[in-house]
Each structure stands twice: as structure tokens, then as C-alpha cells.
């Protein structure tokens, strides 16, 4: 809480100090201003005609002076409470000449007052007495919105309302509404289309105009496009006009039609708007036709230009403006329009004109709501012939301007469009009548060339001439404000590089200016856009343009002109200018700027603009001294009133306009006399400080608080002061920086680097510059606001002025290092005198005769001393507090850092000094390549402070340490500072530290760096500490300013050591692998340690980890092969700098190999695939074992161009040992190899069961002794030679046996010569043992392999980080879960068991599953066995010749994966071992087969096994080529089975269950269909026993073989299920009854591929569960299987 309001009286006395209102009239010397009292204090006011609104801090509204719609017998003196408005709180008033708004803080609007005009909105009355709600409500929405409402503006006939979206709606009369309508008056509120994408922060209403602030974001100039021609009138927006040498390109394309919508409403186009003049040239034809038209309150007759415009259609004329040999201006037509005939024009014209005519009498003044009325005419000449042309035709000459420039000599009628393309229009400029200062007044000159219209903006960066151009800058100095005229949305472009493109959120506008594509950008570095992003959003913004429409007979539209707008044109030569307040009064407009000037246009009969013999249709300055700082302006009916900084910090008034007489008649209070330039108030100083003024009618009120305990004083010295700052930057940056870099010899002056330092300092000043006008703004902002210290912007976001003043001290000092200003006095003193006078009196230097130099030097670090202003400000601020508050604490925070912002500065420009007179003493050869502008010096060693350890005799060292390096120049002589070689050492890889050794004693430091590493002796304890601390703390600034993209000194350590490990670059230079090899990435005293990446000259490139300067970790390897010129790229595990684990290697051969490696080499088990570029269409995939590059061991070789797969042992890259090789016709070889080639005795199996057993040689051969078996039984023994399927020569004996002895004969079965399954994939197993920590299987210690998983899960969840997008949420969390090691302590439980089964498998869908995921040990192992089984025996190798080796490969898997997980759970008993339950009931995860198996046994539990445990995982990813096997084996006897399915499923229920055997007993003789009882009848199909089939025919979606029982079991008691429900409970089964009934139940069933179905449950299958009732069950399924083969359907 302020002291202030601590006081004895209370709150009060302090509402009284603060919210004073004072009113007055006139200017004369003895006016007292009249105190309004209130019992709360007012924020904000209003003024109408002859009433006004006040709204106090409690959000009350109260009413004053006279208000007639309020029909009472007597108006009140005093301030009289708005009663309507009391419940609600309002947060803003605004009043009309006499009606009035109020806006509450839910966006509702309430109006009342006159309302004959629509102006409040309420229909039905003309007016209102008391607020009365208005809804806006956006119609277009679906459904529709109320809209919530920012602010209201009023005028004399209508309403203006800013919505939070930042749009515009209106209500009300007249063309002030910009409204696309020709219905008057508007009584539901409309959204001014014209201004629809617009960013509107303000709007201001006059009597009969309107005006509208827009914010425009410049980043969006670079972005847009160019665009040729005016989207309305369709002229080009460019005009070029040859001079002597050269060419000028004008972009001041004046559109008076305004703005084409893309979608009207009604039908209507707005691009046909108010008729509008244009001066004719000298060669219009003698014989015009002229009719009469007048345009007298030409806003009246609008509604007839709209109306005749709905049976237009939308397109529209095409016209060049083209430019004559002579140089008139003239528009040519370039395409047929569709547009009405002659007669429709004549109709449309005519209806205007009656219109207008009818209208002329309505205009007088009613009770002064209408302001001076201006009267004027146009005529019309309309004339008939065959010229396309439209030409342009001088007025008369009593009517022509001296400048000859309004923008009328570029407006075309909108009358233009709707001509047929054989006539022509001409119109004359308006005779002004009426009007008293029309003298004052005049229309344009004809024969206009357009040239003319380019007068030089003096905008220096604009000349082609310097080629020279800011993006944002804004160095321009104040512009000729005639030359640039308004335009419209369509005319977006620019002409000046520095004013952005305004808002162009039309589809199809492309806002930028063709000069841009010929222009030459030399200020790299000093292009400012707008501040940062968070500056933009917290502080008000500068980029703002000036909209403007309705009535301009007195001007004050500002386009140059008088003519009314019936849509928002935007006034250009405002767009520059940075208006950050717009307010009107009756017939005249106001612009305050952030550089505290003011700009009027419009009337100016009563000296209310403020200016003399200054044209009044164009903003032009208010005059005003150039010490008087104006921040808030006032407008009333005929004054205008100005707040402003005096010599001192309490603001001052100034009046200017008509002076008003005291005691006088009310009704002609006005004394006809009035001010010619703004007249000082001298009372302002007795009232308070004043925070605001308010104007409206004859009336002025100035908002003032009383200076309690200093708080608003320090307020506003606080801003006065930022406003003055403001000023001279601006003023710096036009007359000093402008002209600078203008000169097109600055660069030869300055040189090529220090042109560019230049400039990128005159960016961040500029930036610095634009950021004080923002808070200068934000501070006038919190002066007329709640004056809450917690939003004081300096204190709130102090992270933005810190960062601008900390880039702007940088290359300031930069500039001062390389002795910029030296060379830049020289081209200054050419400009601005030797004595540079005029930079003298911007510094307000008091020193005499300064050195030029030094005023060059204090110029720009001027802004930079503004830091001790606002520490000195925000502690005088902190003093108005008590200690003990938050605000107090608040400042003083802010306080502290500003004074530390100081300091900083302060430092770097001493070592900015420091560094420029080091290098001015300087005399190395080499200095040049040594001097850069961000390098500071720290200190130096010419007094042989540090020298180098064991130096030769006659050399010497000289050490220099700056900011970012250390230099150690040799061979020298240091006091003369000379020496011939040096070397540079980046301070990123230095570390430092002290040696305390007795043989070198205690002087001497260790400096390491990447390649080098060195001793030096300090010449005392205290140069050694010196040295110490001075490199410590220089390495922990540049890692400071690394780390946090900030400027020295930003950071520091708190011990003064920097990190021994941190994060750098560093180019290798000595001999070796990594010469000239760049690493960037961790570093640990001075290896690379960490994260990295290293980069070599040729390519080559490594991301990954290292330790100890090696690589090692996971990495990226790319190395480019200058042959095939392609990468060969490795990614994968690093050790010790070689391959070594896990990786994937892309040859750039096509080769890509993914295994394990060691050393560089494949070591273990991997992937090769080979052949074009390695797809899945390769030539050959080898998966197997890798012995040191070579393939050794077992592996599976699959050549798709030889259409063969190879599985057995291999040896050095050689098929040598037992093996099997299958095929692509069928074919399975299986014998011994050696060197590729099968040699010595084998065996042939053939598709048609045809086998041979015999020697073999190379390719096949059948070679030697052998036995040749036919499928019938038949053998041939003897010797063979020749190749299978190319006839054989064979000489031996044939048998054919009896039948009796064919049964007897052991036909060669395949698999003798073929790998055991326990031999295949051990290095799979291997690496799995070796990722648990163990050498071989079972040996080591079980904790430390769960300590692996974890730490492995961990490892492989970070390497991801990088990679997010590979893990989802859900993997993550499972990763994080499995990184818990279970507890299993003491022998395994049931319920320890599911636990371990649940750690294994997921048995509910958010557990964990650790053989989901391949980042676990055993998910990798599963994911790679299902890979290489997938690899054996899809393809060539799905055969049913391996069946068993595929069925006894899985049961070694399970056997060998069930020795790791005993390993882990070193609890669980041995496979087929007995865990007692010590509940009575099974767990949910407790297998139900297992525990109905043991149900007759006296004790309860759980039998373990591997298939049991293990299956449930495995078996679904090897279903699909395990099943595809059986399916091929059981071929044959599954087709006869099959045949009789279908044949016997022809039948009835009842007749196949009679066919079957099945007892009548047995027949249902009623089923339930969906709950309906019905009768089985003789032709009755598929309804006996329907649930058993249903449920039996679910053992094909079954994969383990223990749910395929459990499918068995449940049939089984459903079919006993309907035979109970029709014998009853007591039924038990006997074979004979139920063999039959279950054959019905697979017979219809359907199960196409039972027989194979059965034989995997009963290879798969634990021998416990064969057993007792299950065992039957399966057996019983069997016999109908078979019996089903057996059927006779005869």
C-alpha cells in the first residue's frame, strides 16, 4: 500500500488526492478551472455538446450539464449518478454530441440519449432517456455470438464500437458508419467489412467522421508478394517516368474507390463507392453534354449508388494507367464488360442526382448535432462517341492549387465501372459555395504529368543513387507530408523500405512494393523488425497506420481533398509516423505520435489545428515548442487541447481554437476570437499533476492527483523522462545515424568490416530506440490507468530491457575495439562540422572544447547511461512504499538488477577502452588476424609475470590472455611487444590448475588443451593466483555465454572454477587420425567425454558418444567410398574407439549387415543381405554366426538367384559340416560339406516321397554307392553317376519286396545329417547371457544381471529421448516399470509364479511385458529367434521335410529360454518341478488345465514347465510357419478327410446323427433359437448341438496347445450340457454313446485343417497335461478325426 493513502484521514483523504476532474472554457488569462466534486476519484470522462459522462474507480458512472432526454422539470447543477448503471461495473464511457455509452467489464454496452438518427441502436424511439443494453451480435457465426465489446466511440449521428477481437461495428446514419448499406439509419450494429482482418486498437468518431487506429505487424511485409493492379479500380499500382539518367518508380497509386469486399452482403459490391472528382485534361472533346449533380451532404445520396449496383454482375472493367508521350495521365480500356447499357447509366446517374437534389434542403443545422455545413456540386459532362478512352481534362482555373498535388489528380468515379465500353466520363472538381473558409480551399490543377507526383520523401535510404535500404529502421527524417496521399486495403504497397506492409489478411492482397526487387540491402545487421515477441505482446506497439471515412468537406479525412468516403481508406502519410492516439473533434482530426508530436488536419476556422499557413486536408504538425513533449490530446467542437512536459515533471496545458467569453449568455458564449498557435494554460500548475484531458464541445476537463509522499511525482518524472530519452534517440537516429549512412563514402572511410559493425550497431540502437518509444507509450498508458505499481513494465518484464541494452552495448563495443569511431569522425566531420556542434548539442555537452572523437564516442554510449536514470527513478519509487510490502520488495528487486545492468556495461566499455589502446600499442606482424571485435583483453605478461616451463636460453615467452582465447607468442622480445610466431588456444577446451610439485615448486599451472599440454612458472605467489583466477574466470564466461546465448559477464561461477567437464568445438590440427577432423560435442580435461560429434574434411562423420577422447557408446558412423561414390554407414555400439556390440552397417556396395561386432569386425550373430541394393528382393540373406568378420558355426543361408536355402554349420565364410539344403522344386539334400560342397554319404528326399541314400560329390552329383527308394516300397541299390533329374546311370541290383516285407523296410527319414536343435543359435543365446553380465550360461551373479537389465532399459530409454516420435507415452511407461527390479526372495509361490508370468507376458493390458519390448535382454532374444525362425522356415524352407527339426527347434528355444529365467528367478523350481498353493482358490493368472490336471491329488498347485511358462510368448510369432508345416505334412490325408466333411454335412440333424449311430435317446427334440422354443424336424439343418460346434470351432483361433485343450474341454461339456438337459443331472457318459455324438459335433464343426490341429497339441504339449481326462479328450478328438477318413457315405 502507498503511504499516501497510510495517512490519519484515511481512505478518503486519499481518494481526494488522487482523480481530481477541473473544468473550464476558452483560453483567456483569469480562467479558473471549476473542481468537480466526487465522493470516489475519477478514472475517465467524456464530453458531449453540452453534457458529459464521469466514471469513478468503482465503475460508477455519473452524468453532468444538460441532458433533455432525461425529461425532467429542471436540469441538476452537479454530477448525478447514472442509477440504471449501478449494479453494473463499467469500464468505459464514451458521449456523442448528445447521446452517450458506457461499456461493462462483460463487453455489454449500454446506450442512451438522442436517438433519431439510430445512433443508440434502440429502435422505436427517438429518445432514450436512461442506459438502455445494446447486443452486438456477429450474425455470420453459426449460431450466432454476442459479441464482447472493448471500447465505444460517438459521434453527432452515429456509433462506432471496437470489439476484444479488435473489429469494428457501427450503427447509426450517415457514410460515417463505412458500412456497406444504403438503408438509413442502421439500428442493429454491423461490422465494418472494410475493416474485417485488421488489427483496430482504437477508434475516434468526429461530428460527421470517423477515424480508426490500426496495428500492422511489419515481419509481414517480407512475406507478401507484389501486385500489379489495384484490385478495385483495376489502374496499376506502379507508374514509371523517364528522366534524364534515369527512371523513377512510383507506387503512389491513389484508389478512390476504396475497398472491393471478396463477398458482400446483399448481393452489393462495395467497390462501387462515392462518386469522386477528377480533373480532365486539354484535349477533352469541346461537345460534351454536362448534367448537374450536386453533392451537397453527398453522404445523404449514397443509398441510390449502392441500389442501382444489384443488378451489376462482378466483373469488372480491366484499366491500364498508362502515361502519354506528353505526360497526361490517361485510362485506357483493355477489355469488353458485360456492365448496362447507356441507358441504364443515364438512369443510375440521374436517380443520384434527384436524390441529392431533394436532400439539399434537409441540411441545416438542428440543434447544433450537425457541424458547419459545407455545400458543394459536381457536374457530370456525359458525352457519346466512339473513343475508348477515358481522358483527364484541367479544371477551371479559378479552382487550381498552388502545389498542384492533392490526390484528386489520381481518383477516378466509381461511376467508371458500370460505362459502356463506347463512352467516356468526365467530371469536374467540386465549386465549393457555401463555405466561409473557402478560400482556404481550392481543387487541383489539370494536366497533371506523373512525375510531378514524386516528391522526394527525403527518406535516405530510399535514394537509387546510394543504394542503400532498412527493413525497419525508420532512419528517415520527417517527410513532405503533401506527397503521400491516402489508400486503400487494395493498396498495401509501400514506399519506403522501413514501413512494412500493413495487414493484409484478404486472400489475394500481396502487400510490397516492386522497388524492393531492385534494391540493394547493404545494412546486414540493421534491420530491425519489432522487438521480440514477448516486447510485442506486453508493450504497446509503433507500427500503427491511420483509417479514415465520412464527411471531408472541412479536410478532415486527410486525404488531400474534401470528398466524403463511404469506406475506411487509410491515410499514408501517417503510416510512418508511429500515432499511438487518435481523437476528433466536430470538423477536425488529431494524431499523437511516440516522439510527442501532434498532428491536426480538417477544420481550422478557429485556429484548432494549431498551425498557420499549413494546407488543412493533409496532417501537418501542430506548432508547439521544440522542448514541449505533448502526451495526451483533447478535441472539442472548435479547440483543441494539448497535455504536455514542461522544463519541469508536472505536465502543462495547451489550448488552441476559439476563445469562450465568462459571463456571458449561454447560448452565444463564443466571442469570435481564437488562438493561432497553442496557448500555454497558466493555471495547469496549481491543479495537481495531470494524467489526462478530456474535450467536447466548449468544454475541457484535465483528470489531476495530488503529489502525496512523492509517489505520482517520481510517476511522472519517471515517464517525462523515458518521453525525453525517446525524443533524442529519434533525433539521434534521423540527423545523426541517417545521414551517416547515407554517404556512399562511408564504406570506403569505415572498410569492409567495420561498415558492417556499424551497422549492425545502428540496428540494435535502433531496436533500443523503438523499444524506449514503446515504454515511454506503456508509461503514459500507466499514468491514465489504475496506476497498480505490479504493472509497471519496467519492473514486470525487465527481461526485455535487459537483453536490448546488453545487445545494444555489444557492438557499440565491438566498433570502439576495431577503432570504428577514428574512422568514423572523419565522414562525421564532413557532415556535421569539425567541431561537431550538432551531436554536441544532442549530448547537452558542458565540457569545453571536447575532443571530437570523445563526443563520437559519448553519442553512442549515451543511451546507455539512461540505465543509472532508471535506477535512480525506480529507488525514489521504492521510498514512496514502506519496507515491509510486496511492492517495496517488487521495485527494489528490479532495482537491483537495473544497477547491475549498469555495472556491466560500465565494465565491458572500460575493457572495450582497455582492448582498442592494447592493439593501438600493438606491433606483431601478425596483429590483424589476432583482432577481432568481440575479443576483450584480460591481461598480459610483458613483465615476465608467467613464463614457459624448461624454455630455451634465448627464446622468449609472451602470454596474452583475452575473453575467448590465450596467446603464446615466442621467439620474441616482450617489452617492445614483437615476436614471430604464435599460438592461439580457445579458452572452450582450456583447463587450468595449480601444481604444487617440489621439483617445479609452488609457482607453476598445468594448462591442458585438446592437443597440447604444457607448464608455466608464475614470477610470485600472487601473479599465480592472479593468473589463476584471471583464466578460471575468462573460461567460465565463454562457457557462460555458450551456454546461455548471452553476453560476458551474464554468468559466473560461485567457486571460480569452471566445470572440468563442458560442452565445445574444436578443430584438430596435428598429425593423426583426427587431423583436421572438427569436434563439437562434451569434453572432459581435454578429451572428448560425452556426446559428440565429430566431422572429417573428407566426409566422414561420427555422432555419438565418447569417453576419453574415444568413441564409445552408441554412435553414427558415415564414411563416404569415393569408388562407388556412396556412404558406408555404421550405426550402432562403439568400444574403445572400434565397433563393437550391437550395430547396423549400410555398404555402399548395397551389402547391409546387422548383428554384433567386435573390433571392428562381425563377431556373433548377425544379418547379411546381399545382392541390389540389399531389399527384400535380394540375391541372398545369410542369418548365422560370425566368427571375426567370418561366418563360423550355424547359420541359414538363403540365395534367391540359385533358388536354394542352406542350414548347417559353416566355416569361414564356407558351407563346411552337417547341413540341409532345400530347394525351390521341392528337393532336400542333408549330408556332411566341406568347402561349400556336399561330399561323402547323404540323403535325397523328393516331393513324391522317391528318397536316396548314397555318396555325393561337388554340385549334387550322385557319385558312389547308394540305395534308391520308390514310394512303393521298391529300392534299387547299387552305383550311381549323374545329376538328379538329368537321368542317372546306375549299376546295381532292383528289389521289389512282398508285402509283407515292404511293411519292414526303414525308409531314410530326413534329418539324420541335419544340426541338433540345441546346436542351432548359440550366439543368439550367447549375447543374451552376455547383455546379463554373465561370460557363459549360469555363471555370475543373478543381481547383477537384473542390475544390467535396468541399466540397459535406462541406457536405451535415453538414447530414444532424441527420437521421441519412436517411443509412444505407453512404451515409455511400460520402460519405466521394467526398470523396477521384482522382488523375489526365497522360493517361488503360486503367487510369486504369476507375478514372474506377468513380468514375462501381459495378462492385462497396462502391466509390463519384458518380451514385448526389444530394449529388454529377453525381448531382444525372443524378437531375434522369431526373426531367424521366421528366416528358416518361410520360403524355399517351408517344407514339410522339417516339420520335426521346426517342432524340436522351438522346444530347444523354450528349454534354453527357461535356463535364463530360472537364472533371474533363481526361486523357481525345475522345468516340470511342483509349486504348492497355499490358497484354497487358484489365482486369476493360475492356468485352469494345470490345476483341474492335479485336481485328484490330496495337495493343491501348479505344475512348472518351460512350454507352459514360456509357449503362451513364443508360440503366437511362430504360429504362422509352424501351422503352414503341418498343413504341408498332413496334405494328403487332410484332403480325403475334408472330402468327407463336406460330403456328410449334406445331410440333416436328424439324419446324420441317425447315420452316425447316435441312440434316439440322444436326438434333441426341440432347440432355442434367440430364446424361441421350436421343433426339430426331419429337414432340420446345423441346430443339434449348435453351441458345442461353435465352440469347437474356435480351436483354429487358439495358438498354445493348452488353449486349444481348454477349446477340447469346454466343447466337451457343452455337448453334456444338452444331453443333461434332456436325460437329466444324474447321466453319465459311456464311449459308446458319446464317441458318436462328439463325431457329429466335428463333422459339423468344419475345422479344415483338424488333423494338423491335433498333431501340434500333441507335439507341443506337456506330458502332464496328456494325461487323465484331457489326455481322453484329445485321444477322443484323434479317433474321429481319423474315423472321419474311414466314413462311407454309401
Partial sequence: MLMEEKSSSGEDEGSREKGVLYRWQGYFCGVTPERL??????????????????????????????????????????????????????????????????????????????????????????????????????????????????????GAQHTLALSRKHEVWAWGSGCQLGLVTNIFPVWTPQKVEHLVGRYVVQIACGGFHSLALVQFLPSQAASQQAQDRCGQCKQSLYTMTEKDDHVIISDEHYCPLGVELADSKQGRRSGQSSPAQTPQTKNSSPNSQVSPLTLKNMCAGQGSSFESQQSTTSQETQLDLAVSEAGHVRLRRTKSTPYPDEQALKDYLKRISDQTLAEQADTTSVGGSHPPSRQSSLT?????????????????????????????????????TVTDRKHSLHFLPPLDSTSDDSSQHSSVDGGICLSELLISSGCLFESCEEGVETAGMDFCPADSLQSKKSTSLTDITLVDAEIHARRGSFPGFSPVSPSDSHRTNNMRGAVTTSSTSESRNVLPSLYTEVWSWGRGQEGQLGH?????????????????????????????????????????????????????????????????????????????????????????????????????????????????????????????????YVSQVFGGGLNCLA?????????????????????????????????????????????????????????????????????????????????????????????????????????????????LVMGGF??????????????????????????????????????????????????????????????????YQWIQNGCSKYEALARLVSKQRKDAEATFN????????????????????????????????????????WFILFSDVLVHAQGTIPSKKLFSSHYVYPLATLWVEPISDESLGLLALKLTTPEDSFVVLASSPLEKGKWLRAINQAIDDVLSEGLNRRTRGSRSSQNGDPPVSRTSTYTFSKEGRLKDALYEGRWLSGKPHGKGILKWPDGTVYCGTFKNGLEDGFGDYMMPNTTLNKFDRYQGHWKEGKMHGFGTYWHASGEVYE???????????????????????????????????????????????????????????????????ITQFGLYYEGNFSTNKMMGNGTLLCDDDTVFEGEFSEDWTLCGKGVLFMPNGDSLDGVFDGHWGNGLRVAGTFTKPFETLRREIKMPVAGQHAVPAEEKWKAVFQECWGRLGCETPEQGLYEKAWENIAISLTARRRQQR????????????????????????????????????????????????????????????????????????????????????????????????????RFLFPGLPEDGGFILDSSTSSDEGTDSLNSSTHSETPQHGLIVSSSSLLLPVLLPRLYPPLFTLYTLEKEREEEVYWNCVLRLNKQPDLALLAFLGVQQKFWPVSISVLGEIKQVLPSTKDACFATAVETLQQISTAFTPSDKLQVIQLTFEEVTQDVQALLGQEFLWCMDDLFPIFLYVVLRARIRNLGSEVSLIEDLTDSSLQLGQLGFMLTTLKACYNQIQLEKTT
Avoid at 473513343?387 to 484528386?408: H, K, N, V
Avoid at 540527423?735 to 554517404?743: D, F, M, N, T, V
Avoid at 567495420?754 to 531496436?767: C, N, P, R, T, Y
Avoid at 519405466?1376 to 506377468?1398: C, F, K, W
Wanted: glycine share 8%.
Fill in 37 to 154: 466534486l466526487l465522493s470516489r476519484p475519477v478514472l475517465h470522462a467524456a464530453l458531449g455538446t453540452l453534457h458529459g459522462l464521469l466514471l469513478t474507480e468503482d465503475g460508477h458512472v455519473y452524468s453532468i450539464g444538460e441532458q433533455p432526454w432525461k425529461r425532467v422539470s429542471s436540469q441538476p447543477t452537479g454530477p448525478v449518478l447514472e442509477s440504471a448503471l449501478k449494479e453494473q461495473h463499467v469500464i468505459s464511457v464514451s458521449a456523442g454530441s448528445f447521446h452517450s455509452s458506457a461499456v461493462t467489464e462483460d463487453g455489454l454496452v449500454h446506450m442512451w440519449g438522442e436517438n433519431s438518427h439510430g445512433q443508440c441502436g434502440i429502435s422505436g424511439m427517438d429518445q432514450v432517456p436512461n442506459p438502455t443494453p445494446v447486443s452486438v451480435v456477429d450474425g455470420e457465426t453459426h449460431p450466432p455470438q454476442l459479441v464482447q465489446v472493448l471500447n465505444v466511440a460517438c
Fill in 380 to 416: 457530370c459532362p456525359f458525352r457519346s462517341n466512339q473513343s475508348d478512352e477515358l481522358t483527364l481534362r484541367p479544371s477551371s482555373p479559378t479552382l487550381s492549387r498552388p502545389d498542384g498535388i492533392t490526390a484528386s489528380a489520381r481518383q477516378r468515379s466509381a461511376s467508371d
Fill in 560 to 688: 488531400g481533398d474534401y470528398l466524403p468516403r463511404l469506406q475506411p481508406l487509410c491515410i499514408k502519410s501517417l503510416s510512418k509516423k508511429e500515432v499511438v492516439k487518435i481523437t476528433a473533434g466536430a470538423n477536425h482530426s488529431l494524431a499523437l505520435t511516440a516522439q510527442c508530436q501532434v498532428y491536426s488536419w480538417g477544420s481550422d476556422k478557429f485556429g484548432q489545428l494549431g498551425h498557420m499557413n499549413a494546407p488543412c486536408t493533409v496532417p501537418n504538425l501542430t506548432m508547439v515548442s521544440d522542448c514541449i513533449r505533448v502526451w495526451d490530446v483533447a478535441a472539442g467542437q472548435t479547440h483543441t487541447l494539448l497535455l504536455a512536459d514542461g522544463d519541469c515533471y508536472q505536465p502543462i496545458l495547451y489550448y488552441s481554437g476559439e476563445q469562450v467569453l465568462e459571463n456571458t449568455d449561454s447560448a452565444h458564449p463564443l466571442s469570435g476570437t481564437y488562438t493561432q498557435t497553442p496557448t500555454l494554460l497558466p493555471f495547469c500548475m496549481n491543479i495537481g
Fill in 703 to 815: 483528470l489531476a492527483d495530488q503529489n502525496a509522499m512523492g509517489f505520482i511525482a517520481t510517476v511522472h518524472e519517471l515517464a517525462s523522462a523515458e518521453r525525453k530519452f525517446y525524443c533524442i534517440l529519434s533525433k539521434v537516429k534521423s540527423q545523426i545515424l541517417s545521414p551517416l549512412l547515407a554517404r556512399a563514402s562511408l564504406a570506403l572511410s569505415l572498410g569492409q568490416s567495420s561498415i558492417l559493425l556499424f551497422q549492425e550497431m545502428a540496428g540494435s540502437f535502433s531496436k533500443l530506440c523503438h523499444l524506449t518509444g514503446q515504454h515511454s507509450v506503456s508509461l503514459t498508458n500507466f499514468l491514465q490507468g489504475g496506476k497498480v505499481i505490479k504493472t509497471l513494465v519496467l519492473i514486470k518484464n525487465t527481461a526485455i530491457f535487459i537483453d536490448t541494452y546488453k545487445e545494444y552495448s555489444d557492438p557499440v563495443g565491438n566498433f
Fill in 822 to 887: 577514428q574512422s568514423l569522425l572523419k565522414p562525421s566531420q564532413e557532415l556535421f562540422g569539425k567541431k561537431l556542434e550538432l551531436i554536441q548539442s544532442l549530448l547537452e555537452s558542458k565540457e569545453k572544447n571536447p575532443s571530437p572523437c570523445d563526443l563520437l564516442v559519448n553519442l553512442f554510449y549515451m543511451p546507455l547511461q539512461h540505465l543509472h536514470g532508471y535506477n535512480r527513478l525506480l529507488l525514489k519509487l521504492a521510498n514512496c512504499f514502506e519496507v515491509n510490502t510486496e511492492e
Fill in 918 to 957: 592494447f592493439w593501438k600499442n600493438f606491433k606483431g606482424k601478425n596483429s590483424e588476424s589476432l583482432r577481432k571485435p568481440s575479443r576483450r583483453l584480460v591481461c598480459e605478461s610483458s613483465n615476465k609475470a608467467l613464463t614457459l616451463q624448461n624454455a630455451g636460453r634465448f627464446s622468449a615467452s
Fill in 1155 to 1221: 548383428g554384433l561386432f567386435r573390433e571392428n569386425m562381425r563377431h556373433g550373430h548377425g544379418m547379411l543381405r546381399s545382392g541390389k541394393m540389399a531389399s527384400p528382393s535380394s540375391s541372398s540373406v545369410f542369418v548365422g554366426q560370425w566368427v571375426q568378420g567370418k561366418r563360423t558355426g550355424y547359420g541359414v543361408c538363403d540365395d534367391f538367384s540359385r533358388g536354394e536355402k542352406y542350414m548347417g554349420i559353416w566355416l569361414d565364410d564356407q558351407r563346411h559340416g552337417d547341413g540341409v539344403v
Fill in 1362 to 1461: 532424441d527420437r521421441p516420435e519412436e517411443l509412444s507415452r505407453s512404451q515409455t511407461k511400460m520402460l519405466e516399470s521394467l526398470e523396477v527390479i521384482p522382488q523375489h526372495v526365497g522360493p517361488v509361490t503360486a503367487d510369486s509364479y504369476n507375478n514372474i508370468r506377468r513380468y514375462l507376458m501381459k495378462v492385462q493390458a497396462e502391466q509390463p511385458q519384458a518380451c514385448d519390448t526389444p530394449l529388454h535382454p529377453l525381448g531382444w532374444l525372443l524378437e531375434t529367434l522369431v526373426t531367424v525362425y521366421r528366416m528358416t522356415y518361410v520360403g524355399v524352407g517351408s517344407n514339410r521335410r522339417l516339420l520335426q527339426q521346426a517342432v524340436e527347434e522351438i522346444q530347444s528355444y523354450l528349454t534354453r529360454i527357461f535356463q535364463i529365467v
